[in-house]
Structure formats: structure tokens, C-alpha cells
């Protein structure tokens, strides 16, 4: 093969990554209008249930690992967590987004970076 060749190719795969690596990246947002893609009625009522029941275990089971919410929440803060899930169905998102980052769970503007949990920047 040619250089000429090998740098057509170069360059198709990285614009091809660049166009198709952000649409392949669908974490959740905060809007609990937009469904994400892992999204069945039935899957969400299990989730509405869980929140409703404040039931760890029930969404854990839902989520089964996916996403850094479940390296973040656990048992002793669900019930917050499930808080700030009926604030924003309410559409008081401001609440819900302080205890999002109260969690450590940022949102679009950073904040939250991990809260000392060796994630983002650190305040020392």
C-alpha cells in the first residue's frame, strides 16, 4: 500500500469516529421526558415502582450495573436519589439537580465531579 492510501484511510476512520462516536453516547441528561436507550414500558414501570417504593434493591436490579449512577448510589442514599428523580418528573429540576450533585452525580456543567471519590478536580 501507498502512503497515499494509508492516510485516505487514516483520515476515513477518524471522521468517521468523530461523526458517529457522540450518537453512540446516550447518557442520561436529567430530563425525564427524554427516554434513553434502554428504554421499555415495561422496564419503566419496574423503575417508577422502584422510586415509588423507594426500593434499592428493585432498581438495582433494573439498572444491573449500567452507568456511573450505580457506582454512586447505593442503599443509604437511595431515598434521596429517588427524591430527586419525583423533583424533576415535577419539573422542579433545579431541586432535583442540588441533589444530584449533592450524590456526586454532575450534570452538564461539571459539577458534582465524583465529590472525592477520585473523579475530576479536587479542592485541596
Known sequence: MNKTSILFGLTALIVGGVIIAPQAVQAYRGD????????????HAAMEQAFT????????????GRGRVTQVV????????????????QGNTEEANKIRAEL?????????MGQGMGYGRTNR
Open 32 to 43: 425525564p421526558n427524554v427516554t434513553g436507550p434502554n428504554y421499555t414500558e415495561e422496564r
Open 53 to 64: 417504593n423507594k426500593d434499592y434493591n428493585a432498581w438495582k436490579e433494573q439498572m444491573a
Open 74 to 89: 447505593n442503599a443509604d442514599n437511595f431515598a434521596r436519589f429517588a427524591e430527586a428523580h419525583e423533583l424533576a418528573k
Open 104 to 112: 456526586g452525580l454532575g450534570l452538564r456543567n461539571g459539577s458534582g
